[in-house]
């Protein structure tokens, strides 16, 4: 019924309930969880004043990422001709490996931590050591802890196991050759100081320094790389970080050195065998040269050209000339005599000809001039004739003479133009040739000036090595230690406090095999739960009395209720009340019940069948008066073995009885059906107080002839187990509409006021 009233509620109800549940559940128990917040707590701060402190190291460097930035100039460009291309992600990798860890473990010495004692702690003296351990083989160290090392200031020397080391030497040790170096960080303190160092295995030093080094860009568009790392001393971390960085740009810088040397070697190797094939072809060139007789081939093929065309002009020059002495000898070989004017002999340079020709021509002249006014017979004009005609042979050959001259002159020049044509016609074929061996020349030229050229830049570049990153911030520690976190420290203590108030609660309540919970009982049998009584904390039996108020009072008034009134039948009288073992309040409800209602004005008998303790029968002191065990093994009437209380005339009480060695008799059945006839007619309400179930078979079977059973459950009493039984086996009991009765309810945890309305021991908070 209560899970389907679970599964109806709406969300918001469900989850209010559940925190209702919570608080309601721990609430009582909040003293646990202050004091143990406060000893959590208190705890905390001796953790946080004994730890030992830790800082975080800080350095940035920036790294020229060819995807990222914006470009360098051209001249740093030029500079560095080898720069290689980098990604940030790659240089991550790179600072972080392993290769640089260990030159770094190596180059400080972290193979060797050496230490103080303070405080029942060992704190480390990296700093303020006046050593440092220096191994000839670190990588052959095996692991050695807490040495301890005695330096003398005086004596400047170290003890170690009864043995002196002097500073600054190689010395034999139990673990090898070892340095004991100074420290020169270290401030000179007068006496003897005590230390101790441990001898760690260089791969576990790597593998730690790698797990706490944190390489990180600053964000996803930048090129900057941030490195951090927590020590517990600062200076040892920032000289950690300062020279892992110093590695890293040495690595580059020799990276970038290497290459620059191979390549400016392998240049000189080239330039020596380019060197080798250019003077091959100068030498090529200049026997070409010689060979074919070519100083300038232009120059050359011009002049040529020139040449020919000036020797051309004198072979006209001189054809001319022929021509014009071709002429004059016809003239001069003609036999008249005043044929008219003798040609020129312009051009024709013999200065004799020209003469004899003037002469000729004065002459020739004169007769034609005399002619004209003489007759043929004159003797001038005879002698003029007689002249005329001497002259003309000699003039015929000096012609001819001039002539062979000309004809010789000319052959040279024919034959001189000839020879310049000729030349001028292999120019071509040797201008190929020459172009063909000064392409070679100027491919080797330039070759040959390219690699002179990669050599000075090489030459440059190794002179002015400069590395991809750039320090932007070289390490810092943080002014305030990171580690411990006082408030996490603080936080955690409050946390675990709590998880142990939990804990606390839950052994103690939920781990319980006893009943603690109404919810328990309903969960573990049908039989409903008719009522709850608080824990008494008065010494005296009974509660109920005239007057009474309070909550067990109200209590007590709901239970006769339900079993007497709720029901509307008259013959319900009799109640039979056990419970499932020893002292879970049998006779104080019963007791309690029966008052409640000899004080409503109903005439109520209680009987005490509990063999063993006989509460009932102590408490009104009837001890030795006939009782039940009476009535039952002598057959006495109900009147011999009942007694009025004096404080209520209402309360009647039947005693256990003398006879109790006879108490495991059994009347017949005739006689306990007269009996209870009677207990019906003379009493408004009739309650049996019986031992636990399992004590006495008799009071079970008394059990089957009474209305109601009613079963007393005491908190913390009863077990689970004897509850879980007797659900199993419930129709064997014999008890008639049994009911139970969640008694001796007290306070939960250590909470001031309240019992268990509102802490839990109720019903289930859901089910309202």
Known sequence: ???????????????????????????????????????????????????????????????????????????????????????????????????????????????????????????????????????????????????????????????????????????????????????????????????????????????????????????????????????????????????????????????????????????????????????????????????????????????????VGQYDRQIQDVNIKMAVLDEVEKYVSSKQIGSGMIPSALGVDDPSLSQMLDRLNDAQFQYDKLKKTTGENSPILSSLSEQIATLRPTISEMIQNQRTSLAINRNKLESTGNRYMSMLSTIPHKEKQLIEISRQQSIKNQIYSFLLQRREEAALSYATTNPDSRIIDLAEASVKAVSPKKLFIYAGSLIG????????????????????????????????????????????????????????????????????????????????????????????????????????????????????KQTITNHFSLQGKKGYTDLISSRLSVQDTVYRSAENAQLYIMPFGTSSENSDLFPDHQFVENLFADLRNSFDGVIFCSGPLSRNANDRRIATYCDKSLLVVRHGVTPKTALVAFANRQDANGLNSPAIVFNGIGKRGFAVKGYGDGLGYGYDLNSD
Request: aromatic share 8%; proline share 3%; with cysteine.
């Open 1 to 307: 019924m209560v899970t389907d009233q679970k599964q109806n509620m709406p969300n918001s109800r469900k989850d209010d309930a559940f925190v209702k549940a919570i608080i309601q559940k721990y609430a009582p128990y909040w003293p646990v969880f202050i004091l143990l917040g406060a000893l959590c707590l208190a705890l905390a701060y001796m953790y946080g004043q004994w730890a030992e402190k830790s800082y975080e190291v800080k350095a940035r460097i920036l790294i020229k990422d060819e995807q990222k930035g914006i470009d360098e100039s051209k001249m740093i460009e030029a500079l560095d001709v080898f720069k290689a291309n980098t990604i940030v992600e790659n240089e991550i990798e790179v600072i972080q490996s392993r290769t640089l860890i260990r030159k770094v473990v190596k180059n400080l010495y972290l193979y060797a931590p050496i230490f103080r004692h303070e405080q029942s702690r060992k704190v480390s003296a990296f700093q303020t050591a006046p050593f440092r351990i220096q191994a000839a083989m670190p990588e052959k160290i095996t692991d050695q802890d807490n040495i301890t090392a005695v330096f003398d200031e005086n004596t400047r020397q170290l003890t170690i196991q009864g043995k002196n080391y002097p500073l600054n030497q190689v010395v034999k040790t139990p673990w090898g050759e070892l340095s004991f170096l100074s420290n020169t960080s270290y401030v000179s303190k007068p006496g003897q100081h005590t230390y101790s160092f441990s001898l760690i295995d260089i791969r576990k030093v790597e593998e730690g320094l790698a797990k706490s080094l944190h390489v990180n860009p600053v964000n996803r568009l930048a090129s900057v790389v941030e490195i951090s790392l927590n020590d517990s001393e600062p200076e040892r971390g920032k000289q950690i970080i300062n020279e892992l960085i110093r590695l890293y740009v040495q690595a580059e810088i020799e990276e970038k050195n290497l290459l620059a040397g191979n390549i400016l070697a392998s240049v000189e190797n080239r330039l020596q065998y380019v060197s080798g094939q250019l003077d091959s072809v100068e030498n090529a060139i200049e026997r070409y040269r010689s060979t074919a007789g070519i100083v300038d081939i232009s120059a050359q093929g011009k002049l040529y050209l020139e040449n």
């Open 497 to 612: 406090a709590f998880l142990l108030g939990l804990l606390f609660v839950e052994y103690r309540e939920g781990m319980n095999k006893n009943v603690l919970f109404r919810k328990e009982i309903e969960a573990i049998t049908s039989i409903p739960v008719i009522g709850e009584v608080f824990q008494n904390r008065k010494s005296n039996l009974q509660v109920f009395e005239k007057g009474a108020s309070g909550k067990v009072a109200e209590q007590f008034r709901s239970i006769r209720n339900q079993l007497f009134y709720n029901n509307g039948s008259q013959n319900d009288k009799i109640i039979f009340i056990t419970s499932f073992v020893k002292k879970e309040g049998k006779a104080f409800v019963g007791l309690n019940l029966a008052s409640s209602m000899a004080l409503a004005g109903k005439k109520v008998l209680i009987v005490d069948l509990d063999s063993n």
